[in-house]
Nanobody
Framework: QVQLVESGGGRVQTGGSLKLTCSAT????????TTWYRQAPGTRRFSIGS???????TYTDIGRGRFTISRDAAKNEAYLQMDDLKPEDTAVYYC?????????????WGPGTQVTVSS
């Protein structure tokens, strides 16, 4: 059963920006700490970065510099702001989070949203 869903993907030109949203599919699912990932064709899924419940952000080398992760607890959403996009950013982007009232070891994935950056 899908608990999370990503939105905001699409096609953009090099240098453009997109903001992805991770939201819950049911109102009672309160999103906990969230990690964003991406997966390009033929590759494995790579972490971009995470945000804690308190709002502390951490980034991998992929996410550092052009990507910003945030969250809005009131809206029960997490975000991935992507700036200065490049063709190599083309991938399916996923959010992964645990339910705030559940175990942090039991995380859920969204189905992903496609981001395509054209040159």
């Amino acid at each position: 059963q899908v608990q999370l869903v990503e939105s905001g993907g699409g096609r953009v030109q090099t240098g453009g920006s997109l903001k992805l949203t991770c939201s819950a599919t049911r109102k009672t699912f309160k999103i906990g700490a969230t990690t964003w990932y991406r997966q390009a064709p033929g590759t494995r899924r790579f972490s971009i970065g995470s945000i804690s419940v308190e709002g502390a952000e951490t980034y991998t080398d992929i996410g550092r510099g052009r990507f910003t992760i945030s969250r809005d607890a009131a809206k029960n959403e997490a975000y991935l702001q992507m700036d200065d996009l490049k063709p190599e950013d083309t991938a399916v982007y996923y959010c992964n989070a645990y339910e705030l009232d559940g175990s942090p070891h039991n995380t859920f994935w969204g189905p992903g949203t496609q981001v395509t950056v054209s040159s």
